[in-house]
């Protein structure tokens, strides 16, 4: 996710337009940061294929997407839209800014998805060789960018050791590894199930990175009041997606395909990689109960790139109300 600080400032004054909205203008859709694109987002793409939001009672007819970030948050609140899933990061900063938001389920629990891949003739073999490397990153306050340093950092190295590169997305760190211009690229799924045949991996996010939140699910509190029940039947179908995916993974995969716009084959891969994927024994794809170790951890990465300024109190910005009774407990 990326874009966060540019305006946010303005997300209060949005969020106060939002409220003014008729709240049955766009009840029908829900935004998601980067779906299409991003793996966080698959569980909408099955549970839209498979029926589940029409079975749970919310007609979920579309779903804004965007770069992510600050943008999907912003889409959110001006296109008058009950439930959308953002990175937790961008959440918090906006509140602190006065925007009336609340995070209402934990969507993503860790960074499974990245991969630092290097070319497959590279001296490079694990992050302890990044000393005096480029290392790719997407834009500046990304998580791509704050998991960079944190590599670094994990691997011993002083912030000066290694250079951290802006490419401009995971593509075009794809293009920059291959002219030279980084010796490692951070690969996320899918994308890394499209080229894991060229690219070799010298580091996988669960094997060296504690779990990480990384996708939440916010609403504000005009629809909270407004749009609960079908807010609360998004949350239900998206479990059930979530489940789906797990026991059916080459089908889900197969669903993905077609709102991803990628070869199954690669869809399947990414799918089967992250529904048994767990990092410290977290899954990646949770069914909305929140997990404050890894939501923590996320919102002190974030400070440290200087996206979150100020002191966050973590007990006003929860609402698990819209959560079934067996979730509802914080982990």
Known sequence: MKDYQPRIALLALAAAAFTALSPCAHAT???VGNFGVAANGMPFAVALEKGYFKEEGA??????TSAGGGT???NMLAGGVPYGEVNPGVVVAAILQGADLKIISDNVLTVAEFVWAVKKDSPIKSI???RGKKIGYTNPRSTSQALAQMLIEKAGLKPNEAEIVRTGGFGEGVAALESGLIDVAPLAEPLWSKYKDKYRAVAVASEVLPPLDNVVGVTTANMASEKADFIRAVIRA???AVAFMKEHPDEAGDLVAKHYNIEPAVARSAVRNLTTSHTAGIPYWG?????MEGF?????????LGTIQ???DYSKIFDTQFLPDDLKAMK
């Open 29 to 31: 859709q829900i935004a």
């Open 59 to 64: 007609d979920v007819t579309g779903i804004i």
């Open 72 to 74: 999907s948050l912003r």
């Open 128 to 130: 302890k060789d990044f």
């Open 238 to 240: 998206r479990r059930r």
């Open 287 to 291: 069914p909305g109960e929140i997990h």
């Open 296 to 304: 923590k951890r996320m919102i002190e990465l974030q400070r440290g």
């Open 310 to 312: 100020g002191d966050v």
